[in-house]
């Protein structure tokens, strides 16, 4: 059984820093792509940060310089560093497992961390 369990969000003031977490069973995590996405009331879900197995990031403008997506394969465990943050912030993240093996796509998703930013 897969499973994708976030956790590390909560409440914080603009300026403030979170870390998340997401760890992983059930997959080979290594051969995985790993995202972070979120959702914000009323919003569509967007990719805020995504590694690759071989270690290659990709950011979206809106938190480049602030947050930093990092993954630790010993430890089936992937990690959003997010620093600055501010009241926009504010959504549901979410942890999501891409994999194509031998042309079967293989994609899960987390239950979500809320993170709430404000004073």
């Known amino acids: 059984q897969v499973q994708l369990v976030e956790s590390g969000g909560g409440l914080v003031q603009p300026g403030g820093s979170l870390r998340l977490s997401c760890a992983a069973s059930g997959i080979i995590f290594s051969i995985y792509a790993m995202g972070w996405y979120r959702q914000a009331p009323g919003k569509q879900r967007e990719l805020v940060a995504d590694?690759?197995?071989?270690?290659?990031?990709n950011y979206a403008d809106s938190v480049k310089g602030r947050f930093t997506i990092s993954r630790d394969n010993a430890k089936n465990t992937m990690y959003l560093q997010m620093n600055s943050l501010k009241p926009e912030d504010t959504a549901v993240y979410y942890c999501?497992?891409?994999?194509?093996?031998?042309?079967?796509?293989?994609?899960?998703w987390g239950q979500g961390t809320q993170v709430t930013v404000s004073s």
């Open positions: 999501n497992a891409d994999a194509s093996v031998f042309g079967d796509e293989y994609n899960y």
């Open positions: 590694i690759t197995s071989g270690l290659r990031t």
